[in-house]
């Protein structure tokens, strides 16, 4: 493990996500809370389009700076959400994947338009080369993560389960570069009462628990999970102080556990990929007492993916997606 530079302190708050809620309106869908168990609701971020929670942040950001192009650095679900948007606003798009990244998710991201850059090594080295060809090339460079436009649009998902769930008391939050968490530990400050915060890791790649305990951003090396937009290494300079200052509690999760939670997704209906389903494995292990959520927060699975993309043309919001059930 690296440690490396002190994070930055972050000064966003609620309303910016209350903002980025307002701004992307027109371009994000509000997915469901479905029932799983008495006591236990997951947010159905499956049913986003572009099919993961990604592109509320990726959409708020470029909405925001208003690209010539963008160079990303994606596992998958981020690089399909700047390819989405990048499609529907004609602004040219590059991904850059590391080694052991989905191949589906690399088609996926090539049939909107975007090119796609593989590289060895692991996800820092991902980031390097992501910001080297932005700089090489004057495209604006747009972190999956660590972005305070990308935390606050990820936080809108928070926002959504105090619409629809006021009387939620533990949201549980699947955790990989840190920007989802980040964005629901500044969006329950829309709750009228105390919610618990839990971030969920896979448990050979908790950056962010081992930063906190550390005192300091910690760097891991590269690892491996079926988790596999997860495996981040360092946390991000935005999340990390939103993190440290209000999450409750960060657990670790096996690929098991994960494999178990996927599997009472999909015998639930969900079509979550593996990283979606970590937070419900969370919740499993931890157990659920009172009123909680757990953060589905993709479903970009190969069989999903196999499909021809949908643009926002063809797709319709359905009603009752803004209902539980």
């Known amino acids: 493990m690296t440690t490396i530079g002190s994070a930055t302190r972050s000064g966003l708050g609620i309303a910016d996500v209350r903002v980025a809620a307002e701004r992307i309106s027109g371009l994000v869908r509000h997915t469901p809370l479905l029932a799983l168990g008495s006591n236990l609701l997951v947010k159905g971020e499956h049913r986003q389009h572009g099919g993961s929670f990604k592109l509320r942040g990726a959409a708020n950001a470029m909405v925001v700076l208003r690209p010539a192009a963008v160079v990303t650095g994606s596992s998958g679900n981020h690089g399909i959400a700047v390819a989405t948007i990048g499609a529907a606003c004609d602004v040219p798009v590059t991904v850059v994947m590391a080694a052991g990244t989905s191949e589906a998710k690399a088609r996926a991201i090539r049939a909107r338009g975007a090119r796609v850059v593989h590289i060895e090594g692991g996800v820092a080295e991902r980031e390097r080369r992501a910001r080297s060809i932005a700089d090489r090339t004057g495209a604006v460079y747009l972190p999956s993560s660590d972005h305070e436009l990308v935390v606050a649009g990820a936080g809108t998902v928070g926002l959504e389960v105090a619409e629809d769930a006021p009387d939620v008391t533990t949201i549980f939050v699947p955790t990989g570069g840190g920007g989802l968490l980040a964005g629901v530990c500044l969006a329950v400050d829309a709750f009228d009462h105390p919610v618990r915060v839990v971030g969920v890791e896979p448990v050979h790649t908790r950056r962010y628990a081992i930063s906190i305990a550390a005192g300091g951003p910690v760097e891991l090396p590269p690892s491996s999970t079926i988790a596999d937009g997860l495996r981040g290494q360092r946390p991000g300079a935005v999340p990390l102080p939103i993190i440290r200052r209000r999450v409750d509690e960060l657990i670790g999760v096996t690929d098991d556990a994960i494999v178990h939670a996927l599997g009472a997704l999909r015998a639930a209906g969900v079509a979550a990929e593996p990283s979606g389903a970590v937070a419900l494995a969370g919740a499993m292990q931890a157990g659920c007492g009172g009123h909680a959520v ?31 059930g």
């Open 294 to 324: 757990a953060v589905v927060s993709g479903g970009n699975t190969s069989e999903v993916l196999s499909a021809a993309p949908r643009t926002f043309d063809e797709r319709k919001h359905n009603d009752d997606d803004h209902r539980r």
